[in-house]
């Protein structure tokens, strides 16, 4: 069973930069995966990015690709995301969340995953 815990939350102005962090406890194989999604006010839950952990292989929805990048430390067992150019309605509460079945296949369905974190905070604001 999959822990998840966010960190790097914060407030920035529009163009700036946060690296949110996910660390993953519970599961001593490298086979899942971890998506991470947001709830803004214009969606309650959007799927904006999935990593394949065994292979590093990352996905990104339309309204984040070129803009935020995933990572992995696995000697730490983190997955980072690193977002850079950011815009307002990139505002609002930030999960990972964990999946050992489908592997970031329809990575964007909250259903897929059945672990979450408890989310982290991400305010971008002049």
């Given at each position: 069973?999959?822990?998840?815990?966010?960190?790097?939350?914060?407030?920035?102005?529009?163009?700036?930069?946060?690296?949110?962090?996910?660390?993953?406890s519970?599961?001593?194989?490298?086979?899942?995966?971890?998506?991470?999604?947001?709830?803004?006010?214009?969606?309650?839950?959007?799927?904006?990015?999935?990593?394949?952990?065994?292979?590093?292989?990352?996905?990104?929805?339309?309204?984040?690709?070129?803009?935020?990048?995933?990572?992995?430390?696995?000697?730490?067992?983190?997955?980072?995301?690193?977002?850079?150019?950011?815009?307002?309605?990139?505002?609002g509460?930030?999960y990972?969340?964990?999946?050992?079945?489908?592997?970031?296949?329809?990575?964007?369905?909250?259903?897929?995953?059945?672990?979450?974190?408890?989310?982290?905070?991400?305010?971008?604001?002049?």
């Amino acid at each position: 069973q999959l822990q998840l815990v966010e960190s790097g939350g914060g407030s920035v102005q529009p163009g700036g930069s946060l690296k949110l962090s996910c660390v993953v406890s519970g599961i001593t194989s490298n086979y899942y995966a971890i998506g991470w999604f947001r709830r803004t006010p214009a969606m309650e839950r959007e799927g904006i990015s999935c990593i394949t952990i065994d292979d590093g292989k990352s996905y990104y929805s339309d309204s984040v690709k070129g803009r935020f990048t995933l990572s992995t430390d696995n000697a730490k067992n983190t997955v980072y995301l690193q977002m850079d150019n950011l815009k307002p309605a990139d505002t609002g509460v930030y999960y990972c969340a964990g999946d050992t079945k489908h592997f970031c296949t329809g990575f964007v369905f909250p259903s897929f995953y059945d672990y979450w974190g408890q989310g982290t905070q991400v305010t971008v604001s002049s």
